[in-house]
């Protein structure tokens, strides 16, 4: 049976992968990417990158929304920009688009990665993958993959993200840390200038 998988990233694809072989269903994976939660643009790129990547290694079918979706994501959030308020429009927003594009697709049940995450408010997630699969007529299939691991050959030298998606979160991601300024202190070594203590960086 062809089953629709909404893909937040490559890293959560191999672990879903993963789940999805260890099954007892024999399921033939459709990929679809529509993420405009994901900000700014050039990291929009990378995780997108990754996944065409994954998709091409696991010779996957790969449906892609490549439109950059920071306005109809700052449409569905507006009013509500602490999580996990903005969270709970973000599944929605995508769970409602993945759930049309397997019924235009002809699949009768879609997922999504969200739940290989251990940062991902399940209960939230499984809610808005049921509410939006009843609206298009589809199923949601939930598992909790959170312990699967990912087959390296997938997943190996693909870019890993260091926060969840939107520019909310990459602040919530970096606000307490400076170790992403440049230069890094090896470059400050060898420039003579004494690199800060580990935890001031
Ligand atoms: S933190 Fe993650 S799940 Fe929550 S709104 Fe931002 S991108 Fe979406």
Redesign the pocket.
């Known amino acids: 049976m062809r089953i629709l998988v909404h893909v937040c990233c490559a890293h959560c694809l191999g672990k879903l992968l993963a789940g999805l072989a260890d099954g007892p269903e024999a399921y033939e994976p459709v990929l679809y990417w529509d993420n405009p ?1 994901i900000h700014p643009l050039i990291e929009y790129r990378r995780r997108l990158k990754a996944v065409k990547m994954l998709a091409e290694r696991a010779a996957l079918p790969l449906i892609a929304e490549e439109g950059y979706g920071l306005v109809d994501f700052c449409r569905a ?1 507006h009013g509500r920009e602490e ?1 996990p308020l ?2 709970v429009q ?2 929605i927003l995508r769970m409602g688009r993945a759930a049309a594009a397997a019924d235009r697709e002809g699949c009768s049940v879609y997922t999504s990665t969200l739940v290989t995450s251990c940062h ?1 408010d399940h209960r939230l997630i499984r809610e808005a993958g049921d509410m939006a699969g009843h609206a298009s007529g589809v199923a949601f299939l939930y598992r909790d993959w959170r312990e699967t691991q990912a087959d390296p050959a997938l997943t190996g030298m693909l870019y890993h993200q260091q926060y ?3 520019i ?2 990459e602040y919530d991601r970096f606000k307490d840390t400076t170790t992403h300024l440049w230069p890094p202190p090896v470059v400050r070594a060898s420039e003579g200038v004494k690199p800060l203590p580990r935890e001031r960086r």
Do not use: H, P
């Open positions: 939660n959030v999580a903005r969270c973000c599944y991902q969840c998606g939107c909310f979160s």
